[in-house]
């Protein structure tokens, strides 16, 4: 029977292949287009689903109140957190902190040099040193500090040798009781700095680095492998990070690698890229070339659905070792907090013990200056997009639902259409079935034959559509940026998905079987062979219902792409409030020792930049216009203002005295930095947001006023610049602050404007050759200022993207199912428009008669679809701080579109309707 009822299943499609096509045109589209969207987002829920104890892992976040006002709200703290509250709680199984490094890399050799002992003065009295500092031949004083006098900067001075060798020298002789160890810095006119001539340092937390000298103990000289990588993803962690995360340990134990200082954790990748097959265990990275770092362990790559990427995991006992009040700091906020909680621990309790915690060692300073700190633990699995440790495509939860939604809709749509052309044919089959009836056919018969069709179409539809998603899937995920897989990996070889997709198919075919099925119950013989049933869209029917729903949903996605556009289109060319164009960013290069040092190897490659060809101008920056600035809270405000609890929070840039000018910040009041002001004597330039937060009633009333800086008691307001966007439009402008500041993270090499194509290529070719002689030790990396501060807008703009190509789908789609309803219409009035035409209607009556049915239904689609699509498009919009307001007339083209859409699909099947010859169309049966 099932074999009869598939042949004859077969035989109805071939009967009609028009009518077939458009069903499975329909099908294999939205099963094609919904299985890389259910990819997709299968792929988003599935990030940090491996980790074993992720369900009982927190991050610890810190929201700060100043004056009852939140000021920021952040995903990092105190690196005391962690180990106190472990101390603290028993439901606290594992705490780790992360922060995260970069630098160049590379293989080092440690080799003990026996012969410098014979270079060190042995007495009764100990062991003699000499120190020993070349250059500086202007300077008026050179002293040394180290661990063998608590670090004071004036109390061990050097003596001029005058011209030695053609090098001005400074040196000194220090006699030590015993072979022994000690860190030590030279302080050249209050500048500290290390020793250039000695390769062997040491850097602590605050990004110090110290010389080390061992004295009576052979020297070590290190042997650096020429090759050096500079590696970006590099976090110092505690031990506890490797039993509380499920990265499988390759070599090495998880509860050891990072129990000591220097000792460093690689990926598989990275110990395979600086040591090949041989054994990574045990040999030493360093680090800027100061740092030692001993491999003591190699775990599996982080997969692409984690959260935490990191190529290197450096213990932060190495950091404890440096800084001995790491654990009990309550003021250096840039540490992740994660904890490993014991199952159902109360969670609020534990919030509430962090704050205790930070009340007993910050207290007083918070009561002064009217300031709070509320800690909150996040669950790990909740994270947010916009507080990862690491830069992830990761996409926000609102466009992952947007894409549920969409993958559903675009199934609905094809389905209604389906269930409608199902409906259709089943009136022109009413005789066929009723000759079949009074034969003899069984109810169960006809029932078996409606479900036959189909699960042909569906079954054939969802094969065909799987292989088009194989076609299409590099493509889609290289769009996306995700390693999605469907015939290869494991992503979607499970129930969840499979169950998702094949019970979709499974519903389509049930829901295109009930209707005709439930009719089938209502039909007689007589009315059928007499062909009294006919369905007029002109009534409220069930198929009209269907087109209605099928439209609605498609002018509020062409209402939600055209507004999507706009304001996308309003984002990348808004005023911005600086110049960007024929901007390049170059990674600020890495010098070690002393501010003078590196300032005069900037100078040195600003000069060599100005010569090349095309460059207008080169200024540096500690951040670019596109980064988040680093905010410091609770610690700046007015000098003449006595009360300390009006301080708060503000971005600080730091600058040399051309960023503003290259930039061309517009001034509303004051003068841009001079070098007239130095760096001990500090000037600030307020951007205008910044300038109401303090209080001033005007820009002019600032200029000469002095503030409080973290790190300067009194600087000088010299300038005020109107307000420009150094974040994107989802950010509302923060108050920000310019310091001249000597260490930077990026330049900004202007080019002139009319510079193009060769030209282009050849300057950076120049600019790279200078970098690389000027900072041999840091890798050369540029991009276009407007590229970077573009990519803020990245999920916006594949999120538009994918939502207009679904858009377009569900058009055509629906377009598709409305030109095969129009058929089945002018087939089942061939006879009336032949009596019309021989009672005079023209063409055009009966072309309007035709298409009006449709109209209206679309029509009505479009009134009810405009209010929903100006509510969801607002609800996107609120994401923005800065937006379009949606004008009347894209509402007004998204209806119109849609009405156009639907009357030239059906107008030319109403077209050949009316030119048919009327005696045909009467003698047609």
Same mark, same amino acid.
């Given at each position: 029977?099932?074999?009869?009822?598939?042949?004859?299943?077969?035989?109805?499609?071939?009967?009609?292949?028009?009518?077939?096509?458009?069903?499975?045109?329909?099908?294999?589209?939205?099963?094609?287009?919904?299985?890389?969207?259910?990819?997709?987002?299968?792929?988003?829920?599935?990030?940090?689903?491996?980790?074993?104890?992720?369900?009982?892992?927190?991050?610890?976040?810190?929201?700060?109140?100043?004056?009852?006002?939140?000021?920021?709200?952040?995903?990092?703290?105190?690196?005391?957190?962690?180990?106190?509250? +472990?101390?603290?709680?028993?439901?606290?199984?594992?705490?780790?902190?992360?922060?995260?490094?970069?630098?160049?890399?590379?293989?080092?050799?440690? !080799?003990?040099?026996?012969?410098?002992?014979?270079?060190?003065?042995?007495?009764?009295?100990?062991?003699?040193?000499?120190?020993?500092?070349?250059?500086?031949?202007?300077?008026?004083?050179? *002293?040394?500090?180290?661990?063998?006098?608590?670090?004071?900067?004036?109390?061990?001075?050097?003596?001029?040798?005058?011209?030695?060798?053609?090098?001005?020298?400074?040196?000194?002789?220090?006699?030590?009781?015993?072979?022994?160890?000690?860190?030590?810095?030279?302080?050249?006119?209050?500048?500290?700095?290390?020793?250039?001539?000695?390769?062997?340092?040491?850097?602590? #937390?605050?990004?110090?680095?110290?010389?080390?000298?061992?004295?009576?103990?052979?020297?070590?000289? @290190?042997?650096?492998?020429?090759?050096?990588?500079?590696?970006?993803?590099?976090?110092?962690?505690?031990?506890?990070?490797?039993?509380?995360?499920?990265?499988?340990? %390759?070599?090495?134990?998880?509860?050891?690698?990072?129990?000591?200082?220097?000792?460093?954790?690689?990926?598989?990748?990275?110990?395979?890229?600086?040591?090949?097959?041989?054994? /990574?265990?045990?040999?030493?990275?360093?680090?800027?070339?100061?740092?030692?770092?001993?491999?003591?362990?190699? !775990?599996?790559?982080?997969?692409?659905?984690?959260?935490?990427?990191?190529?290197?995991?450096?213990?932060?006992? $190495?950091?404890?070792?440096?800084?001995?009040?790491?654990?009990?700091?309550?003021?250096?906020?840039?540490?992740? #907090?994660?904890?490993?909680?014991?199952?159902?621990?109360?969670?609020?309790?534990?919030?509430?013990?962090?704050?205790?915690?930070?009340?007993?060692?910050?207290?007083?300073? &918070?009561?002064?200056?009217?300031?709070?700190?509320?800690?909150?633990?996040?669950?790990?699995?909740?994270?947010?997009?916009?507080?990862? %440790?690491?830069?992830?495509?990761?996409?926000?939860?609102?466009?992952?639902?947007?894409?549920?939604?969409?993958?559903?809709?675009?199934?609905? !749509?094809?389905?209604?259409?389906?269930?409608?052309?199902?409906?259709?044919?089943?009136?022109?089959?009413?005789?066929?079935?009723?000759?079949?009836?009074?034969?003899?056919?069984?109810? $169960?018969?006809?029932?078996?034959?409606?479900?036959?069709?189909?699960?042909?179409?569906?079954?054939?539809?969802?094969?065909?559509?799987?292989?088009?998603?194989?076609?299409?899937?590099?493509?889609?995920?290289?769009?996306?940026?995700?390693?999605?897989?469907?015939?290869?990996?494991? &992503?979607?070889?499970?129930?969840?998905?499979?169950?998702?997709?094949?019970? @979709? !198919?499974?519903?389509?075919?049930?829901?295109?079987?009930?209707? /005709?099925? &439930?009719?089938?119950?209502?039909?007689?013989?007589?009315?059928?062979?007499?062909?009294?049933?006919?369905?007029?869209?002109?009534?409220?029917?069930?198929?009209?219902?269907?087109?209605?729903?099928?439209?609605?949903?498609?002018?509020?996605?062409?209402?939600?792409?055209?507004?999507?556009?706009?304001?996308?289109?309003?984002?990348?060319?808004?005023?911005? =409030?600086?110049?960007?164009?024929?901007?390049?960013?170059?990674?600020?290069?890495?010098?070690?020792?002393?501010?003078?040092?590196?300032?005069?190897?900037?100078?040195?490659? +600003?000069?060599?930049?100005?010569?090349?060809?095309?460059?207008?101008?080169?200024?540096?920056?500690?951040?670019?216009?596109?980064?988040?600035?680093?905010?410091?809270?609770?610690?700046?405000?007015?000098?003449?203002? /006595?009360?300390?609890?009006?301080?708060?929070?503000?971005?600080?840039?730091?600058?040399?005295?051309?960023?503003?000018?290259?930039?061309?910040?517009?001034?509303?009041?004051?003068?841009?930095?001079?070098?007239?002001?130095?760096?001990?004597?500090?000037?600030?330039?307020?951007?205008?947001?910044?300038?109401?937060?303090?209080?001033?009633?005007?820009?002019?009333?600032?200029? =000469?006023?002095?503030?409080?800086?973290?790190?300067?008691?009194?600087?000088?307001?010299?300038?005020?610049?109107?307000?420009?966007?150094?974040?994107?439009?989802?950010?509302?402008?923060? /108050?920000?602050?310019?310091?001249?500041?000597?260490?930077?993270?990026?330049?900004?090499?202007? &080019?002139? *404007?009319?510079?193009?194509?060769?030209?282009?290529?050849?300057?950076?070719?120049?600019?790279?050759?200078?970098?690389?002689? #000027?900072?041999?030790?840091?890798?050369?990396?540029?991009?276009?200022?407007?590229? @970077?501060?573009?990519?803020?807008?990245?999920?916006?703009?594949?999120?538009?993207?994918?939502?207009?190509?679904?858009?377009?789908?569900?058009?055509?789609?629906?377009?598709?199912?409305?030109?095969?309803?129009?058929?089945?219409?002018?087939?089942?009035?061939?006879?009336?428009?032949?009596?019309?035409?021989? @009672?005079?209607?023209?063409?055009?009556?009966?072309?309007?008669?035709?298409?009006?049915?449709? %109209?209206?239904?679309?029509?009505?689609?479009?009134?009810?679809?405009?209010?929903?699509?100006?509510?969801?498009?607002?609800?996107?919009?609120?994401?923005?701080?800065? +937006?379009? $307001?949606?004008?009347?007339?894209?509402?007004?083209?998204?209806?119109?579109?849609?009405?156009?859409?639907?009357?030239?699909?059906?107008?030319?099947?109403?077209?050949?309707?009316?030119?048919?010859?009327?005696?045909?169309?009467?003698?047609?049966?």
């Amino acid at each position: 029977m099932f074999l009869s009822n598939l042949k004859l299943a077969l035989r109805n499609m071939r009967r009609r292949p028009g009518m077939a096509f458009i069903m499975l045109f329909g099908l294999i589209t939205s099963i094609c287009a919904a299985t890389l969207l259910i990819l997709f987002i299968r792929f988003e829920w599935s990030y940090d689903n491996f980790h074993l104890n992720a369900d009982n892992i927190v991050r610890v976040n810190e929201e700060r109140l100043q004056n009852g006002a939140r000021q920021y709200l952040s995903a990092t703290t105190y690196p005391s957190v962690a180990p106190q509250i +472990k101390a603290a709680s028993e439901d606290v199984l594992h705490a780790t902190r992360m922060i995260k490094a970069t630098g160049m890399i590379s293989i080092a050799r440690a !080799v003990e040099d026996s012969s410098s002992l014979l270079s060190q003065e042995v007495s009764k009295n100990g062991v003699a040193k000499v120190f020993t500092l070349k250059g500086f031949d202007k300077a008026k004083r050179v *002293s040394i500090a180290g661990t063998f006098n608590g670090w004071k900067p004036d109390s061990i001075l050097l003596a001029s040798n005058g011209k030695q060798g053609g090098e001005h020298e400074w040196s000194i002789s220090l006699t030590f009781p015993k072979p022994i160890q000690h860190e030590y810095k030279f302080i050249v006119e209050n500048e500290w700095m290390t020793d250039p001539a000695n390769p062997l340092r040491q850097t602590d #937390t605050n990004g110090n680095t110290n010389s080390i000298a061992r004295i009576g103990l052979p020297e070590t000289k @290190l042997v650096f492998q020429d090759a050096q990588f500079f590696e970006d993803k590099i976090f110092y962690a505690d031990a506890d990070f490797l039993q509380m995360f499920t990265f499988p340990m %390759l070599l090495g134990t998880s509860n050891e690698a990072l129990s000591e200082p220097n000792s460093v954790v690689l990926t598989e990748k990275i110990a395979k890229k600086y040591f090949g097959t041989q054994n /990574p265990l045990g040999q030493t990275l360093s680090f800027k070339r100061d740092a030692l770092w001993k491999v003591t362990g190699v !775990v599996k790559e982080p997969p692409a659905n984690s959260r935490i990427q990191f190529s290197m995991l450096v213990s932060v006992a $190495t950091m404890e070792a440096q800084n001995k009040n790491l654990n009990q700091n309550w003021d250096w906020y840039s540490f992740y #907090t994660y904890l490993h909680l014991k199952p159902n621990t109360d969670r609020t309790r534990l919030a509430s013990m962090i704050g205790s915690l930070c009340e007993k060692s910050t207290g007083d300073n &918070l009561r002064r200056t009217n300031a709070k700190e509320i800690f909150t633990l996040q669950p790990f699995r909740a994270l947010t997009t916009t507080s990862n %440790l690491e830069s992830t495509p990761e996409a926000s939860s609102q466009a992952v639902f947007a894409l549920s939604l969409i993958a559903i809709l675009i199934l609905a !749509v094809a389905y209604i259409n389906y269930i409608n052309l199902a409906t259709a044919r089943f009136t022109e089959r009413l005789k066929d079935m009723g000759i079949r009836k009074v034969l003899g056919a069984s109810r $169960t018969e006809f029932i078996k034959q409606f479900f036959a069709e189909p699960l042909v179409l569906n079954a054939l539809s969802l094969v065909i559509a799987l292989g088009f998603v194989e076609i299409f899937l590099k493509p889609f995920a290289d769009f996306t940026e995700r390693p999605l897989h469907l015939l290869s990996g494991n &992503l979607l070889w499970d129930f969840g998905t499979w169950g998702f997709v094949v019970g @979709l !198919v499974v519903l389509g075919t049930v829901l295109s079987a009930v209707y /005709p099925a &439930l009719s089938f119950m209502t039909f007689t013989p007589s009315n059928a062979l007499q062909g009294r049933i006919h369905e007029r869209l002109s009534k409220f029917s069930f198929r009209t219902a269907l087109i209605l729903v099928q439209f609605v949903v498609a002018v509020v996605l062409i209402v939600g792409t055209l507004v999507m556009n706009r304001q996308i289109n309003f984002l990348l060319t808004r005023d911005l =409030g600086f110049k960007s164009a024929q901007t390049l960013v170059v990674r600020a290069g890495d010098i070690q020792g002393s501010n003078e040092m590196y300032n005069a190897s900037f100078d040195a490659f +600003k000069q060599e930049i100005l010569k090349v060809p095309g460059v207008r101008t080169i200024t540096a920056s500690t951040d670019i216009p596109g980064m988040a600035v680093p905010t410091y809270g609770g610690q700046i405000r007015r000098t003449d203002d /006595p009360d300390e609890t009006h301080t708060y929070s503000y971005g600080v840039i730091g600058v040399d005295y051309d960023y503003l000018q290259n930039y061309g910040m517009k001034f509303i009041a004051g003068k841009n930095f001079s070098r007239e002001y130095g760096l001990q004597n500090q000037a600030a330039v307020l951007n205008e947001t910044a300038l109401g937060l303090l209080g001033y009633r005007s820009a002019q009333e600032a200029i =000469g006023k002095t503030i409080v800086l973290p790190w300067v008691k009194s600087a000088t307001i010299v300038g005020v610049v109107k307000d420009f966007h150094q974040e994107s439009l989802h950010q509302s402008i923060k /108050p920000l602050i310019f310091t001249i500041f000597p260490g930077h993270g990026a330049y900004s090499i202007s &080019l002139e *404007s009319g510079l193009q194509g060769a030209a282009v290529k050849e300057a950076l070719k120049r600019i790279e050759a200078a970098y690389n002689r #000027t900072y041999p030790m840091s890798p050369f990396e540029a991009k276009f200022l407007d590229d @970077l501060y573009n990519l803020q807008y990245k999920q916006d703009r594949q999120f538009s993207s994918i939502l207009g190509t679904m858009t377009l789908l569900m058009i055509s789609i629906a377009c598709f199912g409305l030109f095969g309803l129009a058929i089945f219409t002018v087939e089942q009035r061939t006879k009336e428009i032949g009596i019309r035409k021989v @009672l005079g209607a023209s063409v055009a009556n009966i072309v309007m008669l035709l298409s009006s049915d449709f %109209l209206k239904i679309v029509a009505l689609g479009v009134v009810i679809a405009i209010p929903l699509g100006y509510w969801i498009s607002g609800r996107w919009l609120q994401d923005f701080a800065y +937006k379009v $307001t949606p004008e009347w007339w894209l509402f007004a083209v998204s209806g119109i579109l849609a009405l156009f859409i639907a009357f030239m699909t059906v107008v030319g099947q109403s077209w050949r309707a009316a030119q048919a010859n009327p005696v045909k169309s009467l003698r047609s049966e």
